[in-house]
């Protein structure tokens, strides 16, 4: 079984102008292609057979979330490999509630034309009973991508602690008055969970779904934390908007893996002491359920190119995820082992409701 990870990125402002421009995109195509990427874009069409992907349909991307966040941009990269490589039409959709997002990708035609890029919140909100879509029965798992690398927590700019501890003894200090933007239920939701649990702390939480919701209301002061994307934070503190205390990982990463040197600002909670304080999200692009298994099998092999590809590679590591491939069969181990986990999670905060 081949997987793919941390492999070379590109380092400095490029990327995040590249991720920038991506964003801005409201469909598919790159405004950064080269010459090159259309010469690559021809020859990717003659070669397209047997890549199980529709090459005569607009496959629609379905974001379940809004434009801006880790996830939009990252579906974004996907989208311009899959034109430039295979010669393939795509177009991405955004969708201000994940829960639709999800539903309207479980609700298409199996037929390979309509498919999103989802996280651990898929799973989370069904086994919170927030949301009806059964991820292992109503929708196919295709292929296990990049995980979310460096989650990062910010505060607003005027808050009276610059690093995590100062946070953890202020909260400690003030029960329940600190507001934590996150959303009902996901990924933050449980990672809030954790850290409250771990550290002995308690935090009002405050709905805040989406990143573009959280940066928003971090820089006008409305929420006291709220995770977002490694990123953005970094333009918003620089433009004076926020400022960053700490990034969240998996066990045993370090900031130092990302590919440009930040300031200390921006080590991990591990690396600052809280070595509990850690979790892993995984990406993964998903179809309706009853997809031909012969196709599925051949879309997880094409996003191999595709993730490997320079430009997609890099521009995944430039916003602050771990870029990655992983077969079919270790696709669905780890799916099924990060759902075991999230259950395990909601049953110790007393949020547990099926699966």
């Given at each position: 079984?081949?997987?793919i990870?941390r492999?070379s990125?590109l380092?400095?402002?490029?990327?995040?102008a590249a991720?920038?421009a991506?964003s801005a995109?409201?469909?598919?195509?790159s405004?950064?292609a080269?010459?090159a990427s259309t010469?690559?874009?021809?020859?990717g069409?003659?070669?397209a057979?047997?890549?199980?992907f529709?090459q005569?349909e607009?496959?629609t991307?379905?974001?379940p979330?809004k434009?801006?966040?880790?996830?939009?941009?990252?579906i974004?990269?996907y989208s311009e490999?899959?034109n430039r490589?295979y010669?393939l039409?795509?177009?991405?959709t955004?969708?201000?509630?994940?829960?639709?997002?999800h539903?309207?990708?479980?609700?298409?035609k199996?037929?390979?034309?309509?498919?999103m890029?989802?996280?651990?919140?898929?799973?989370?909100q069904?086994?919170t009973?927030?949301?009806?879509?059964?991820?292992m029965t109503?929708?196919?798992?295709?292929?296990c991508?990049?995980?979310?690398?460096f989650?990062?927590l910010?505060?607003?700019?005027?808050?009276?602690y610059?690093?995590f501890?100062?946070?953890?003894e202020?909260a400690?200090?003030?029960?329940?008055?600190?507001?934590?933007g996150?959303?009902a239920?996901?990924?933050?939701?449980?990672?809030f969970?954790k850290?409250?649990s771990?550290l002995?702390i308690?935090?009002?939480?405050?709905?805040c779904?989406?990143?573009?919701?959280?940066l928003?209301?971090?820089?006008?002061g409305?929420i006291d934390?709220?995770?977002?994307?490694?990123g953005?934070?970094?333009?918003?503190e620089?433009?004076?908007k926020?400022?960053?205390i700490g990034t969240v990982?998996?066990?045993?990463?370090?900031?130092?893996?990302?590919?440009a040197?930040l300031?200390?600002?921006?080590?991990?909670l591990q690396?600052?002491g809280?070595?509990?304080?850690?979790?892993?999200?995984?990406?993964?692009?998903?179809g309706?359920?009853?997809?031909?298994?012969?196709?599925?099998?051949?879309?997880?092999a094409?996003?191999?190119?595709v993730?490997e590809?320079?430009t997609?590679?890099?521009?995944?590591?430039g916003i602050g995820?771990i870029p990655?491939w992983h077969d079919?069969e270790?696709?669905?181990?780890?799916?099924q082992?990060?759902?075991?986990e999230?259950v395990?999670?909601a049953?110790?905060?007393?949020?547990?409701?099926?699966?």
């Amino acid at each position: 079984m081949k997987k793919i990870t941390r492999r070379s990125m590109l380092k400095g402002s490029a990327v995040a102008a590249a991720a920038l421009a991506l964003s801005a995109c409201g469909g598919s195509s790159s405004s950064t292609a080269s010459s090159a990427s259309t010469a690559a874009s021809a020859a990717g069409t003659a070669a397209a057979d047997g890549i199980g992907f529709p090459q005569k349909e607009t496959i629609t991307l379905a974001v379940p979330g809004k434009a801006g966040g880790g996830s939009d941009l990252a579906i974004r990269y996907y989208s311009e490999g899959l034109n430039r490589i295979y010669g393939l039409k795509t177009t991405v959709t955004n969708y201000d509630s994940n829960t639709v997002g999800h539903q309207t990708v479980a609700n298409a035609k199996p037929d390979g034309t309509t498919l999103m890029v989802a996280t651990s919140a898929l799973n989370i909100q069904y086994i919170t009973g927030n949301a009806e879509v059964n991820p292992m029965t109503d929708l196919t798992l295709i292929a296990c991508l990049e995980d979310n690398g460096f989650s990062t927590l910010a505060v607003p700019k005027d808050a009276p602690y610059d690093d995590f501890n100062g946070f953890v003894e202020y909260a400690k200090a003030h029960p329940n008055e600190l507001n934590a933007g996150m959303p009902a239920a996901g990924a933050n939701t449980f990672l809030f969970g954790k850290l409250c649990s771990t550290l002995g702390i308690e935090l009002n939480k405050v709905e805040c779904a989406s990143e573009s919701d959280r940066l928003t209301n971090l820089a006008g002061g409305f929420i006291d934390i709220g995770v977002v994307g490694l990123g953005n934070a970094q333009e918003y503190e620089k433009a004076g908007k926020l400022k960053v205390i700490g990034t969240v990982a998996g066990d045993g990463i370090t900031i130092s893996e990302y590919p440009a040197e930040l300031p200390d600002n921006y080590k991990t909670l591990q690396e600052q002491g809280f070595q509990d304080c850690y979790m892993l999200v995984y990406h993964y692009l998903m179809g309706p359920a009853g997809m031909d298994e012969t196709m599925v099998k051949e879309m997880n092999a094409a996003m191999q190119a595709v993730v490997e590809d320079p430009t997609v590679n890099e521009g995944i590591a430039g916003i602050g995820h771990i870029p990655g491939w992983h077969d079919l069969e270790e696709s669905e181990e780890l799916h099924q082992k990060e759902y075991d986990e999230l259950v395990e999670i909601a049953k110790s905060l007393d949020m547990y409701v099926q699966g």
